[in-house]
């Protein structure tokens, strides 16, 4: 079976550009998440979906930040502009409805925001 | 908000027995997730607790204790692979909070 899949691994931009992450989740998985990882630290929620809902979203920095998940699979997360506290992993997570909190986490995004 | 409470480091020696120890606070409780992360990779879930008690799993045990907003992991016959750092997180409506981590060394 497929794991999650992220993309792209490793960005590096400069402060007030743009970027995007892709995350494409276990097959059947309704659930997904997005979670921003600081080094040091455990990981933040920013958002969370099921199928094409979002379920929660209250942690998301919603004046730089946007994700959408539009035909309820792969989703996309967004930073515009970009700060340089914005430099960390993100990680993208999927879970069957029927095992909430049993998450299969992706590889990550590492963003360097320079 | 919750507050997760889990030491920053721990050392042990490969076959040894190391208890890591998590205390929450929670505005609302429906589980109790342990997660390992490999430097450098993303977690993997280990176990979980929704009642209090012992849950055991292999090497791994976890434990629960509700009333005391406290859970414990531990590891048995360590392994140098279980290098890692241990992420306790509380969840909230199944929405988890994860806590810093503690990061175990285990050495020959």
């Known amino acids: 079976e497929a794991g999650v899949a992220q993309s792209p691994r490793y960005k590096i931009i400069e402060k007030r550009q743009s970027v995007a992450f892709w995350c494409n989740p276990i097959?059947?998985?309704?659930?997904l998440y997005w979670y921003q990882q600081i080094l040091g630290q455990g990981p933040k929620l920013l958002i969370q979906?099921?199928?094409?809902?979002?379920?929660?979203d209250s942690q998301l920095p919603k004046d730089r930040f946007s994700a959408e998940r539009l035909k309820g699979v792969d989703s996309t997360l967004k930073i515009q502009p970009a700060k340089l506290e914005d430099s960390a992993v993100y990680l993208c997570?999927?879970?069957?409805?029927?095992?909430?909190?049993?998450?299969?986490f992706g590889e990550g995004s590492r963003l360097t925001v320079l | 908000g919750q507050n997760i409470d889990q030491p920053t480091e721990m050392t042990a020696t490969e076959g040894a027995i190391v208890q890591i120890n998590c205390t929450y606070q929670?505005?609302?409780?429906?589980?109790l997730f342990w997660y390992q992360q490999h430097a450098g990779e993303a977690p993997t879930f280990l176990s979980y607790?929704?009642?209090?008690g012992l849950e055991e799993k292999g090497r791994f045990s976890s434990f629960l204790s509700r009333s005391k907003g406290y859970s414990y992991l531990l590891l048995k016959e360590l392994q140098m692979k279980d290098s890692a750092s241990y992420l306790c997180?509380?969840?909230?409506?199944?929405?988890?909070?994860f806590g810093a981590g503690t990061t175990v060394t285990v050495r020959a």
């Open positions: 997570a999927s879970s069957l409805v029927r095992a909430p909190g049993e998450l299969f």
């Open positions: 097959s059947g998985h309704a659930t």
């Open positions: 979906f099921q199928n094409n809902g979002v379920v929660d």
């Open positions: 929670t505005s609302g409780f429906n589980g």
């Open positions: 607790n929704v009642l209090d």
């Open positions: 997180a509380p969840s909230n409506d199944y929405k988890l909070s």
